[in-house]
């Protein structure tokens, strides 16, 4: 069954949402744009204490990776993402998220903000040269 793909706008104000993007790759769908939005900006009211105005900006100025575990994901390593099958890469030199998955042995970028379709790769080496790098893996 192939996953759900979103292509991510590449202008205001979703082109700094790839948290969302991400996350509606990693849960196949299961997460609405409005869901996420509410829940980020909650998060930042709390842990940083900022009136809701503000965290709704920093919401839609892009995401630390920090709401990613709102969502159950922690910091990991390759190892566990190859074992899993599924997570998310935060390249925080960017401010860059992204899903990577694995379906039938075949790994994918789920980059809606880089790329039109998921990105198959050969292999998971493949994948990580040509995408994850030195990024944080999330699963």
Known sequence: MPYKFLKQPKTPPDSKLCGFYALYHFTNGGLT????????????????????????????????????????????????????????????????????RQENGIWSSYDSYNHDAAKAYPSFEALQKAEIGNSQIWV
């Open 33 to 100: 744009r409005d869901e996420f939005i509410q829940k980020a900006t909650q998060h930042y009211e709390t842990a940083l204490g900022l009136p809701n105005k503000e965290a709704q900006e920093m919401v839609m100025d892009g995401n630390d990776p920090s709401v990613l575990g709102l969502y159950g994901l922690a910091q990991s390593d390759a190892d566990t993402l190859k074992k899993r099958g599924v997570g998310v890469i935060a390249d925080t030199t960017r401010g860059h998220f992204f899903t990577v």
